[in-house]
C-alpha cells in the first residue's frame, strides 16, 4: 500500500512493529518539485506506544490482513468500553487509552461501528462517519439568529466540545462529523 492511500483506521507494519493510524496530515509541496508529505499518527497494537513518522506519497508501506466486523457499542466502564459483534454476540473490551479518540463520540447502543481485528486480536474501532448526539450544556438559543450567524460551543453528552450556531438550544440532539469534530446539522 501507498503512503497516499493511508486512511485513518489503516493498518500497516513496519519495522517488525504493527501500527493502526489514528490520524493522517497531508503536506503538501512548496516548491514545484518538492513532493507530498503524508504525516501519520498512530499507535503500535502490542505496546500501545504513539507512533509518529512522514512519507513521501508514492514510498511503499507492508500492508497487514485486517478484519472490520459490525459491532453495537454496549457500555463504558473502569476497564474501558465494550463492544459486541452484531452477528456472533461475541464482545470485546478496549481499554480507553486506545479509544482515546473515538471515546467522545460513542454513546450507548451506537450501531454503525466497525472492529477492527488482526490476527485474531482486537485493535480498535472504525465510527460512522456522522453519529448523533444530546447538547447537555451551551447558552441559551438567541431568538432570531440565523443557520449562517456566529457560533457558540457546546458540550455534548460524551463530553466533546464543538461549535454550533447560535439558534441551537440545550437538550437537542445533533449530528457530528467524526473525523472533523464539526456539527453538521440537528438530529
Same mark, same amino acid.
Given at each position: 500500500?501507498?503512503?497516499?492511500?493511508?486512511?485513518?483506521?489503516?493498518v /500497516?507494519?513496519?519495522?517488525?512493529r504493527?501500527?493502526?493510524v489514528?490520524g493522517v496530515?497531508?503536506q503538501?509541496?512548496?516548491?514545484?518539485s518538492g513532493?507530498?508529505?503524508y504525516?501519520?499518527r498512530g499507535r503500535?497494537?502490542? #505496546?500501545?506506544q504513539?507512533f &509518529?513518522?512522514s512519507?513521501k506519497?508514492d514510498e511503499t508501506?507492508?500492508?497487514v490482513?485486517?478484519?472490520?466486523r459490525q459491532?453495537? /457499542?454496549l457500555?463504558r466502564?473502569?476497564?474501558?468500553?465494550?463492544?459486541?459483534?452484531?452477528?456472533t454476540?461475541?464482545?470485546y473490551?478496549?481499554s480507553d &487509552?486506545v479509544?482515546?479518540? &473515538?471515546?467522545?463520540y460513542?454513546?450507548?447502543?451506537? &450501531?454503525?461501528?466497525?472492529?477492527l481485528?488482526?490476527?485474531?486480536?482486537?485493535m480498535?474501532?472504525?465510527?460512522?462517519?456522522?453519529?448523533?448526539?444530546?447538547?447537555?450544556?451551551t447558552?441559551p438559543?438567541?431568538k432570531?439568529?440565523?443557520?449562517s450567524?456566529?457560533t457558540?460551543?457546546?458540550t455534548?453528552?460524551?463530553?466533546?466540545?464543538v461549535q454550533?450556531?447560535?439558534?441551537i438550544?440545550?437538550g437537542e440532539?445533533?449530528?457530528?462529523?467524526?473525523?472533523?469534530?464539526? /456539527?453538521i #446539522?440537528r438530529?
Open positions: 500500500m501507498k503512503a497516499g492511500e493511508v486512511k485513518k483506521g489503516s /500497516f507494519k513496519i519495522n517488525n504493527t501500527i493502526i489514528k496530515q497531508v503538501s509541496p512548496s516548491s514545484r513532493n507530498t508529505l504525516k501519520l503500535d497494537v502490542v #505496546s500501545k504513539k &509518529e513518522a512519507y506519497g508501506l507492508q500492508d490482513d485486517l478484519m472490520r459491532v453495537q /457499542f457500555f466502564d473502569g476497564d474501558g468500553c465494550t463492544f459486541m459483534d452484531t452477528e454476540y461475541e464482545q473490551t478496549l &487509552e479509544l482515546e479518540d &473515538e471515546i467522545k460513542l454513546s450507548d447502543g451506537l &450501531e454503525g461501528i466497525y472492529a481485528i488482526v490476527d485474531d486480536l482486537f480498535g474501532v472504525e465510527l460512522p462517519t456522522t453519529v448523533t448526539l444530546e447538547i447537555s450544556e447558552s438559543s438567541i432570531g439568529a440565523s443557520a450567524a456566529r457558540k460551543p457546546a455534548l453528552s460524551s463530553g466533546l466540545v454550533v450556531p447560535e439558534y438550544s440545550p440532539v445533533i449530528k457530528v462529523n467524526t473525523e472533523s469534530a464539526e /456539527f #446539522s438530529a
